[in-house]
Every structure is written in structure tokens, then in C-alpha cells.
């Protein structure tokens, strides 16, 4: 790992545990008083999803998204950044009101704990590995002297944990964040870590050439805000609000903003 690279890392390290709050107003304007404001929680080691600025606040595609909803529906948000394990408990407890944390909406365990919203953005899983490794071609090709880093609570790290109690992979090492997961790639410490495709591509391309996928990108990842269960109320206006952003344009906007040169 170059020492730019180095560098990268350990700032957002230091930054992971940083609790920041955003909102989309300032509440300067009018009638801003009267709006409700609701606590997003979110995760901010995935990128282009949810990562910081230099102000340590939460960014991407999750917050640009729900801001447009937001003043789309009449609403103010909040962002406060967690650990990836503890939203869900955060949500249900009412400690926070939605999830905006790129949480991946298609595993039927996570659909019995939270109510989701309509998928707003679709991709695949992909395995980031060193640039000279030509051993890992996709999932196919892991076995157990492999090991694989993924993130602690996400539905990647179940399924890499299974991997390994099937015999299918040597170490499944769970992290609770994605950049301990590239420290512990570049680091040689890992053989791959393995998360959304664009997420992989947005690492890579910080690694500064030391990375590569692994292979085409597999599978089908659907993700989608959240709700508590029985929210009924919030749910219907993050879906209008949605259709509304992606009927006016707002939504394509958004989306090459953070993935147009990806």
C-alpha cells in the first residue's frame, strides 16, 4: 500500500465513529419551522452510497436522494451515522425514523424486521482483489485457503459466513466497516473483499491502480430506504416522493452525479 494510499484510509478510520448530522434546509425559509424532520441512520464506509465530506457530514447517493424526496414530500432529514449492526435495532427501537445506509432490501430475513421502501437502485456483487492476484476469478473460483473481508451485519458478510460453514471458503473476516476491509486487503492480511459492484469500483479506484474485480459482476442487488414496520405514513411518502424525483429528473441527476464516471 502506497503511502497516499496509507494516508486515505486512515483518515476515514478515524472518521468512522464520527456521529454528524445534515439536513436538507436550514431552516431559514418559511414555514420550514412547521415541517417535520426525521432521523435517517446511516453508515458512512459505502461509498458512493454514504461517505463523509472533510466536515466529517454524511454524503451520496442515500442523502442526495432522500434531501430530493424530502423537498419533494414536505419533510426535513437528519443524518446520523452508526454502525452498520445497529440500525435496524436503532429503527425498531425509535431511535431513528428511516434507513438510508444502501441496505440491500431483497433478503427475506431483513423484510420481516423493517418495511421497504421501492428499490431505487440496482446492481451486482463483485469481489475486490490485488491487481496481481489472477488465482480469484469470481465466487466460483474461492476455496479454502481463501480468505474474504466483508462488513459485520450485511447481508455480503452472511454470505461469505456461510461459505465458510459450507467448507467453501477458508475465513470469512467481518469488519465494521468497508474501509478496514480494503486496509486488510491492501495489506495483503485478505485475499478479496467482497460488497456491491459500485461500491467495489469506487475503492478500487482510490487504491490508485493496486486493485482490480475479480471477474464480471454477479448476481442482482436491489436497495431501498426503510422504514419501521407499521409506518405506514412515512413509507407511502418516501415512495411518492421517489416517483416524483425520478418522473422530474431529479433522480438521473443524482445518479450520474455519483456513478457517471464509474
Request: aromatic content about 8%.
Amino acid at each position: 500500500m502506497n503511502k497516499k494510499t496509507k494516508v486515505i484510509f486512515s483518515a476515514m478510520l478515524a472518521l468512522m465513529m464520527v456521529f454528524s448530522f445534515a439536513a436538507c434546509g436550514d431552516g431559514s425559509a418559511d414555514g420550514d419551522a412547521d415541517m417535520p424532520t426525521y432521523i435517517a441512520a446511516t453508515e458512512t464506509t459505502y461509498p458512493p452510497f454514504d461517505t463523509i465530506d472533510d466536515n466529517g457530514n454524511p454524503i451520496g447517493i442515500d442523502m442526495d436522494l432522500l434531501n430530493a424526496i424530502g423537498e419533494d414530500q414536505g419533510f426535513k432529514v437528519e443524518y446520523m451515522d452508526m454502525p452498520f449492526d445497529s440500525i435496524i435495532p436503532a429503527i425498531n427501537a425509535g431511535n431513528a425514523d428511516i434507513i438510508a445506509a444502501g441496505l440491500w432490501c431483497d433478503p427475506p430475513e431483513r423484510r420481516e424486521k423493517v418495511d421497504f421502501t421501492e428499490p431505487y437502485y440496482t446492481g451486482g456483487e463483485a469481489l475486490l482483489i490485488k491487481a496481481d492476484n489472477d488465482e480469484i476469478t469470481g465466487q466460483a473460483s474461492l476455496t479454502k485457503d481463501h480468505k474474504v473481508a466483508s462488513q459485520v451485519g450485511s447481508a455480503y458478510g452472511d454470505k461469505i459466513l456461510k461459505m465458510e460453514e459450507n467448507g467453501e471458503l477458508g475465513a470469512a473476516v467481518l469488519l465494521p466497516g468497508f474501509d478496514g476491509c480494503m486496509i486488510q486487503l491492501l495489506n495483503g492480511d485478505v485475499d478479496a473483499v467482497f460488497a456491491e459492484s459500485a461500491v467495489m469500483r469506487w475503492y478500487m479506484q482510490q487504491a490508485e491502480g493496486e486493485t482490480k474485480i475479480a471477474g464480471p459482476i454477479e448476481g442482482e442487488v436491489n436497495f431501498a430506504f426503510a422504514v419501521k414496520k407499521g409506518n405506514t405514513e412515512l413509507l407511502e411518502k418516501l415512495d411518492a416522493g421517489l416517483a416524483n424525483i425520478k418522473e422530474n429528473g431529479k433522480y438521473d441527476e443524482i445518479m450520474n452525479k455519483w456513478l457517471g464516471e464509474m
